[in-house]
C-alpha cells in the first residue's frame, strides 16, 4: 500500500509540475504586453517603462521568473494583478465564494435528483415512466449549461422581469438568489449522466446471480435494491461525482459570464483578456489543482478498498 501511495503522490507532483510550466510558458506567448496593462494603455517613456518592468520582476529571465512564481504560490503568494493592482490571493478570496457556492450547490442538486431516478429506471427498465426519464435525459445532457443559462434569463426576463438574477450581491440573501440558477444549469447535464450510470449499475445489479439468489431466499424487492444492489451500483458514480466536481469548477467561467457573476470563472476570463500573467497563471493553476487533487484522493481511496487496484491489476482481474 505504502508503494502505491508514493506512486500516486509522485504522479501528482509531476503533472502539477508538468502544468505548471506549460501555464507559465503559454501564458507568455499572448500578444499583449503587461507593461501595457500596468499602465493602462497610457504612453510613458522608456525610463519609466524600465522601472515598472523590474518592480514586476519582468526584467529577469524566464527561469527566474518561473522559479520565483512557484516559490511564491508554495508560500500563499499568488502573485499580483496588473489589471487590478491587487494581490491574486485577495481577488481569489472575494471570488471563491461565488464559484464554490454554485459548484456546491450544483452537486447536492445533482446527487438528490439523479441518483433516485436512476435506481427507479434501473428497477423499471422497459417501464413507461423510465423511458421518459430517460429520454428527459438525453435532452439534459445534450444542453450544455451556458445554453441552459441563456434560456432561463430569457423566461424569467420575459415573465418575471421584477427577480434579480444575475450580477453582484450583497448579503446572504441575494448570494442564494444569485447562484440558484447558475447551479441549475450546471447540475442539468450531471443529473443527466449520474442518472444514467446508475440505471446502468442498477440494471446490472439486479441482473445478476447473486441479486437472483437473495430474492430466491424471500428478500423483498425494496431489501434487494437498497440493502444489497445499491451498494454496489453507487460506487463508479461516487468516482464520476468527484471527478465531475472538479469539471464543474474548470466549466464555471461560462455560466458566471452568462449571469455577470464575480466569481473565478469570470476573473479568468478577464485575466486573459487583459494579458494579465498574474491573475491567469495562479487561476488555472488553481483549477488544475482542484482537479488533479480529487482525481488523485479518489485513486487513493480505490487503492484502499481493492487490493487489485493498488497492485496494478486493474478490478476486472
Known amino acids: 500500500m505504502r508503494r502505491f501511495v508514493v506512486s500516486k503522490l509522485l504522479q501528482y507532483v509531476f503533472v502539477m509540475f508538468c502544468t505548471s510550466v506549460i501555464i507559465f510558458g503559454l501564458v507568455r506567448l499572448g500578444p499583449t504586453d503587461p507593461v501595457s496593462v500596468i499602465l493602462g494603455g497610457k504612453q510613458s517613456t522608456p525610463a519609466t517603462i524600465a522601472n515598472i518592468r523590474s518592480q514586476f520582476g519582468l526584467d529577469k529571465p524566464v527561469l527566474t521568473q518561473y522559479v520565483d512564481w512557484i516559490g511564491g504560490m508554495l508560500h500563499g503568494d499568488f502573485g499580483l494583478s496588473y489589471q487590478y493592482r491587487q494581490p491574486v490571493s485577495l481577488l481569489l478570496a472575494q471570488r471563491l465564494p461565488t464559484t464554490l457556492g454554485i459548484v456546491v450547490l450544483a452537486t447536492l442538486i445533482a446527487i438528490v435528483i439523479a441518483i433516485p431516478a436512476g435506481v427507479y429506471t434501473g428497477a423499471k427498465q422497459h417501464s413507461v415512466s423510465a423511458t421518459v426519464l430517460s429520454i428527459i ?127 473565478v470563472g469570470t476573473l479568468l476570463i478577464d485575466g486573459v483578456k487583459a494579458g494579465d500573467y498574474g491573475v491567469v497563471q495562479a487561476v488555472t493553476l488553481l483549477l488544475v489543482f482542484v482537479f488533479m487533487t480529487i482525481s488523485t484522493i479518489l485513486d487513493l481511496v480505490y487503492g484502499l478498498i481493492d487490493p487489485r487496484i493498488r497492485e496494478g491489476k486493474g478490478g476486472d482481474q
Open 137 to 263: 435525459e438525453l435532452v439534459l445532457v445534450a444542453c450544455p449549461p451556458f445554453l441552459t443559462g441563456i434560456l432561463m434569463i430569457w423566461y424569467l426576463s420575459t415573465y418575471m422581469p421584477g427577480v434579480a438574477f444575475t450580477g453582484s450581491y450583497n448579503g446572504w440573501g441575494e448570494y442564494f438568489q444569485r447562484i440558484s440558477l447558475p447551479a441549475v444549469c450546471m447540475a442539468f447535464s450531471m443529473i443527466a449522466l449520474i442518472s444514467r450510470m446508475m440505471e446502468r449499475g442498477m440494471a446490472d445489479q439486479l441482473n445478476s446471480e447473486y441479486s437472483m439468489v437473495i430474492s430466491a431466499k424471500g428478500a423483498s424487492r425494496s431489501r434487494v435494491i437498497w440493502a444489497h444492489c445499491f451498494k454496489n451500483a453507487v460506487i463508479p458514480v461516487i468516482t464520476v461525482l468527484g471527478l465531475q466536481i472538479g469539471i464543474l469548477m474548470v466549466g464555471s467561467a461560462l455560466v458566471e459570464t452568462v449571469f455577470s457573476l464575480p466569481g
